[in-house]
């Protein structure tokens, strides 16, 4: 191994969407599996500080880690791939780093110079790109770059990436850049000209492409790969084909079949090997060729955009593969599920998994699908908001609390089963003050968190404000709702379940954040093999 830090970067052009994040986390997975210590990083040029106070439309999901950092729901699939846990040095906004040199400016640091743009923007930026690296934890770092070439707010970052290649000198550092090959039907030809002009804006910017990485739903004939090399400065082993694939999970292997891994090792003037996929294929194996099939009811209110979800659907994928089982995840807007078409929405499902969210936007459809579950034994996972909304059906339809409700929806009930945390009642500031990151839960023995997890004392990652109301704990457990995981420290409830119930378990926290393809979430496993066993008793 090398005791300098390589630095990859990947940037993207033509069109945004490519996957970027997908490249970035295959190519570290091919270098991880030869033994390099590998991490990946991702620079998003948008002004929001952190993506915490965007809505899931605008973003997808806000995925947290376990230092409590809410970033790009990318550093997801980088955590997925490489089973290695991000932090808030993973994920860096245009808005932090304003922040940090306003901080700054203002403290007086500059000694009385003008700030600009260049040096003091990209220079924080290249500090940035740099912290992982000078951690000694890394022998290689990724960094990718958000948005697309050209585009005004990306042009500090691309100026970092020249001055750093520069600084860093030959072999130290590289940039993929990511760009689409557009087939034309009406000609049926491959176009190479939009990658010609995004190589071009890049060049403009004084980067050079070393590897172009091209998305395509058709074969790269060699003469394309011949030209694009000539037009574009590139070697054409360094032209890589990316075709569209069947899952993710498929574009390390890809990646493997076209040679990325043993340019980028030549060009970073490291040893190259055979990586040793020998777990990530069991898993492709047992995701591809399932011996069951089941149906999984995901009720919420952004089901129209599957990447406000992408944690939890990916957790199925990992559970599937484990208990060799198709998970068919069927999305239901909560918005329009009421106790006249309850019956038809969800009485098929084998499964159904409440998710998380804010606001009380398709409140009351949540609660009447738990209580569908809850009364016809449907196994029932609930997650943040789920788990809340499973406390308030059960106090009005079971121990009828007709008004049981969260003060998140109705500041004055009668019944606040679920409630503000007394540490947050205080707070005005929306961004980052949420109860965010890995929280202690003890889990008491006689249930079924205690079986799915194996131990009482467990870490998971939490983002909420609200809460199981304390004040009610022991009338809701004497009714027959019992809470089996607390945080030892603050008493807070974190896990509740009904042991009238065949598996019914809803969970404060956001288990599907470390779910990843080398451990599959225990829960999610668990959840999974009930509604299997529940579709078999169908």
């Known amino acids: 191994m090398t005791s300098e830090t390589k630095y990859i970067f990947v940037t993207g052009g033509v069109t945004s969407s490519l996957g970027k994040g997908i490249i970035a986390a295959s190519l570290a997975k091919l270098l991880q599996a030869q033994g390099y210590r590998t991490t990946i990083q991702k620079l998003d040029p948008y002004i929001n500080v952190d993506p915490g106070t965007l809505n899931p439309y605008e973003h997808g999901e806000c ?43 203002r403290k007086g640091e500059f000694l009385g110079k003008t700030v600009q743009v260049i040096p003091h923007i990209t220079d924080e930026i290249k500090h940035r790109i740099q912290i992982l690296g000078n951690s000694g934890d890394y022998d290689i770092v990724i960094t990718e770059i958000g948005g697309t070439v050209g585009d005004i707010e990306s042009l500090p970052y691309i100026e970092a990436v020249r001055q750093l290649k520069w600084d860093l000198g030959d072999n130290n550092a590289l940039v993929i850049h990511l760009t689409l090959i557009p087939y034309l039907t009406a000609a049926g030809e491959l176009k190479t000209k939009p990658t010609q002009h995004s190589v071009k804006t890049l060049m403009e910017s004084g980067v050079q492409a070393d590897i172009l990485v091209c998305r395509t739903e058709h074969e790269l004939p060699s003469d394309l790969k011949r030209k694009l090399a000539l037009f574009c400065n590139v070697r054409e082993e360094a032209i890589i084909q990316s075709i569209d694939a069947s899952t993710i999970y498929d574009v390390p292997n890809m990646m493997l079949d076209e040679g990325l891994d043993k340019v980028v090792l030549k060009k970073l003037a490291l040893n190259s090997d055979v990586p040793d996929l020998t777990r990530w294929n069991e898993f492709l194996k047992r995701h591809k060729n399932p011996k069951s099939e089941i149906t999984i009811g995901l009720i919420g209110k952004y089901v129209e955009l599957q990447d406000s979800y992408k944690s939890i659907l990916e957790a199925f994928i990992h559970a599937g593969a484990e208990n060799e089982v198709k998970v068919n995840v069927e999305s239901v807007h909560s918005e329009y599920l009421n106790a006249d078409n309850i019956k038809m929405k969800l009485s098929h499902l084998d499964g159904v998994l409440v998710a998380p969210g804010f606001g009380e936007r398709g409140i009351e459809g949540k609660i009447t699908a738990i209580k569908y579950v809850r009364e016809n034994n449907i196994p ?122 065949p598996w019914f378990v809803g969970v404060q926290y956001h288990p599907e954040y470390k779910s990843t393809v080398a451990n599959p979430h225990p829960l999610f496993v668990a959840f999974v093999k009930a509604s299997l066993k529940h579709s078999k008793k169908k």
């Not at 880690?65 to 997801?76: V, W, Y």
């Not at 906004?93 to 700054?104: C, F, K, L, P």
């Not at 609200?466 to 009714?479: C, G, H, I, L």
Request: aromatic share 8%.
């Open 380 to 501: 029932f996972l609930g997650i943040c908001l789920g788990m809340q909304m499973a406390v308030i059906e059960f106090c009005r339809n079971v121990m009828e609390l007709a008004d049981a409700n969260s003060t998140e929806m109705d500041p004055k009930t009668t019944n606040p089963v679920i409630d503000i945390m007394e540490d947050q009642k205080t707070i005005t500031d929306m961004g980052g003050t949420m109860r965010l990151g890995a929280w202690d839960c003890h889990i008491e023995k006689e249930s079924i968190a205690y079986k799915v997890y194996q131990s009482q004392d467990i870490k998971e990652r939490h983002r909420h404000r609200y809460e199981f109301n304390s004040n009610f704990k022991d009338q809701v457990e004497a009714a027959g709702l019992k809470a089996t995981g607390y945080n030892p420290e603050t008493k807070l409830v974190e896990i509740i379940e009904n042991p009238s119930h």
């Open 63 to 105: 995925y947290v880690t376990d230092d409590g950092a809410e970033t790009d729901l990318d550093l997801g699939h980088y955590e997925r791939f490489l089973n290695v846990p991000t932090s808030q040095a993973n994920n860096v906004t245009t808005g932090r780093i304003y922040q940090s040199v306003i901080n700054r400016e």
